[in-house]
């Protein structure tokens, strides 16, 4: 597994969109996790940033009965980013851009 | 861009300065252009609006970037259009229709565009790019043909031929990516962050939304300086429901129009009724789905402004209505065959949504409701084929009148 980065490294990816940090390639990716409300009693953001090497960052965050969501930022390497935006849907969590769907009609 | 005073998080307000950025850093909320509305308040007036030019750009001082160096190929100012034959038929005495099927590339996207373009110019870009399976992708590619600029359309590799001529015309690179919609919506994501160009709906949105704010001002300037007493509106990101809404009340802020009374509502498709839903479930959020739909302009499974448009309706006692796939194609024949209007299937959407709110009574017959048509029949063919049922006779007197059955003797 590839070494977490400082934390400096994180600000700069921020900045930057993306940076190489020794053998990773340090990107930053901004999502809306959506959570039906059963997933809520689980802890999917600690689980994210203890099963993949990334660093998580909630910004904004509201749970109801229903379902809950979740703006965070997702920063670490790339494949690993990926494969965690994999793995939570994969769990049932709904992730997209902080943006919303860009492509329009 | 005398009257913008900058940008601010629609979340948690903090300012930013009027540059080409669209999220804000601390909360990751959307950013909304700021104006200084005190100094808009000296300068406009309704004689003043009235002398403009008769496109969007005579509300020029609400808008983010001036008129003078305006890429204008004319949108705006279109028909507004009492709807008596509609009406009488829904038991509505004041209905009117806002034709933006007639804009220069036959729909409303123009209006946004046009002022996105100009901005980007302004900001001194020199590559405008969208991500679009229709009208945006049209829009975008004629402004950029009329701003000289390099311009770039992606769409999935699957969009019908005639959605793709209508944009590649223009002379724009149509770029076909081999994927599904999440893959065209994180590729053009990822290049607006890395590539230094004007991505209408993304690095330039808080701009590019202003110019939907456009139609509301003509519907009230049209309907002789005041808000009506019900929009339809149909929602895709929710954006334009949203600005439609806030035009509205900076008219009113301004003095140009008295109190706003308006209720706003949603006009969705069954196939992709995340607003509609959430707002009847009494949410504020909207949950992401997957678009089945054969609305496809309004085909947006995640839409970033649908918290800001289901706010919007609950402030103005509006609703919201999913409009049955089956039923999209009669709004669109209803619409044609009562006021001559061929509008695209997101008016579809929006006719039996009025038909919908007519026979449940939530508008009444003497209140004066607006729907507004926002593209053109002619990009949905598909969805009314079924209509096209001519006669076929032979070419004699005696095999019309043996098909028409004497129906047209006199």
Excluded at chain 1, 9 to 26: E, T, V
Excluded at chain 2, 166 to 190: H, M
Aim: glycine letters at 8%; one cysteine or more.
């Amino acid at each position: 597994m590839t070494t977490l980065p400082p934390p400096c490294a994180y600000r700069q990816a921020n900045d930057a969109g993306s940076l190489r940090y020794g053998d990773c390639a340090i990107a930053s990716r901004r999502i809306t996790l959506t959570i039906p409300g059963d997933l809520a009693k689980r802890p999917l953001i600690y689980e994210l940033g203890h099963k993949f090497n990334v660093v998580t960052n909630i910004r904004r965050a509201d749970i109801t009965p229903e379902f809950g969501w979740a703006v965070l930022e997702v920063v670490g390497d790339l494949k690993e980013i990926e494969a965690c935006i994999a793995w939570a849907r994969k769990e049932g969590a709904t992730v997209t851009a902080v943006t919303g769907d860009v492509v329009e009609g | 861009m005398p009257y913008v005073s900058g940008l601010q998080c629609r979340e948690c307000g903090r300012a930013y300065p009027a540059e080409p950025i669209y999220v804000c850093d601390f909360c990751f909320g959307p950013l909304e252009v700021k104006y200084d509305f005190d100094r808009i308040k000296k300068a406009t007036s309704r004689q003043k609006i009235q002398d403009g030019p008769r496109t969007i750009w005579r509300y020029d001082d609400l808008l983010p970037v001036s008129r003078e160096k305006a890429i204008n190929i004319g949108a705006g100012m279109t028909p507004l259009l009492k709807a008596d034959n509609l009406g009488r038929e829904l038991g509505l005495n004041n209905l009117w229709i806002k034709n933006d099927a007639v804009n220069p590339t036959y729909s409303f996207k123009d209006r946004v565009v046009s002022v996105a373009s100009t901005k980007a110019l302004e900001f001194g870009f020199g590559t405008l790019a969208c991500a679009s399976t229709g009208n945006l992708a049209g829009a975008v590619a004629a402004h950029g043909a009329k701003a000289r600029m390099r311009t770039l359309v992606f769409i999935p590799a699957d969009l019908e031929t005639g959605k793709i001529i209508g944009a590649a015309i223009y002379g724009p690179t149509v770029v076909a990516v081999r994927g599904t919609y999440d893959d065209v919506n994180r590729l053009c994501s990822e290049l607006s962050d890395s590539r230094h160009w004007a991505f209408v709906n993304i690095n330039m949105r808080p701009y590019y939304s202003e110019g939907s704010k456009t139609l509301g001002f003509e519907v009230a300037e049209q309907l002789g300086w005041k808000a009506p007493d019900h929009i339809i509106v149909p929602v895709a990101s929710g954006s334009l429901l949203t600005k439609v809404w806030k035009g509205l009340h900076e008219f009113a802020a301004l003095g140009l129009i008295g109190d706003v009374r308006t209720r706003m509502h949603i006009a969705q498709a069954a196939g992709c009724a995340p607003v509609a839903n959430a707002f009847n479930a009494g949410q504020t959020h909207t949950r992401p789905v997957l678009p089945k739909t054969v609305a496809k302009s309004l085909a947006i499974g995640n839409p970033a402004d649908g918290y800001y448009s289901i706010k919007a309706v609950r402030e103005s006692n509006g609703s919201a209505f999913a409009v049955p796939e089956a039923e999209v194609a009669d709004g669109i024949r209803l619409l044609a065959q009562t006021e001559g209007i061929f509008t695209e299937t997101a008016g579809g959407v929006v006719i039996s949504t009025l038909r919908h709110l007519a026979r449940e009574g939530v508008i009444k017959p003497n209140e004066q409701a607006v729907a507004l048509i926002t593209g053109n029949g002619l990009k949905t063919q598909e969805a009314v084929v079924k209509y096209a049922v001519p006669l076929h006779i032979d070419p004699t007197v005696e095999s019309f009148d043996a098909q028409v059955n004497g129906k047209f003797k006199d």
